[in-house]
């Protein structure tokens, strides 16, 4: 087993490196809130819940679960809306792969594909389709023919994305990249 170190919390990163599906419900929380407690939601809904099972969230409560996911400390900052999120991510990977979200990766026949499968994901953009094929690339040596064109710049060496974070430094490498590519974005629309 590959130890990831994403969540830079032992426990969580402990559950995301032995749980698919924690994994895949990490990277779904991946937005609009800081990297690292976003990976670390999983770990709050198995305190909760009991359970990180795909069949078991599917069918839960939808009023239920999404009071279990913003009660503070929240699993985002929008709780209630990544609840239900995380339902249908549930749902998807029950529906298509019998609710073992490994396989959404592991029978992958190429890198394209890969990125398919990915992206066919609620809550999954190209975007964050990509970076999530690199990570599983980059971190668990999940690579298809043609991962790395596939996943396009997120494959290359460096501290583009989550895919990149292995420690604390490589944390902080990943933020000053994303935060000097939207200076650089700002600067050309003001320019």
Not at 24 to 44: S, T, Y
Not at 56 to 75: G, H, K, M, V
Not at 107 to 124: C, H, K, M, N, Y
């Amino acid at each position: 087993m590959v130890a990831l170190h994403i969540a830079q919390d032992p426990d969580a990163d402990a559950l995301l490196s032995s749980d698919p599906f924690a994994l895949l419900a990490g990277m779904l929380l991946d937005q609009q809130f800081p990297m690292e407690r976003a990976f670390a939601g999983p770990a709050k809904v198995l305190d909760r819940f009991g359970t990180l099972d795909p069949h078991r969230i599917a069918t839960a409560d939808p009023e239920s679960f999404a009071e279990l996911c913003s009660t503070p400390p929240a699993i985002h900052r929008y709780g209630r809306s990544m609840a239900g999120r995380l339902q249908a991510l549930a749902s998807a990977v029950v529906e298509n792969y019998d609710g073992n979200a490994e396989l959404i990766w592991t029978q992958a026949e190429s890198g394209a594909d890969l990125v398919t499968r990915i992206r066919a994901l609620p809550g999954f953009g190209e975007q964050k389709a990509k970076i999530f094929a690199a990570l599983v690339g980059k971190q668990l040596g999940v690579r298809p023919d043609g991962w790395e064109e596939a996943v396009g710049d997120y494959g290359k060496s460096g501290f583009r994305s989550v895919a990149d974070v292995t420690d604390p430094d490589s944390l902080q490498k990943v933020r000053d990249y994303k935060k000097a590519v939207k200076a650089k974005t700002k600067a050309a629309t003001q320019g």
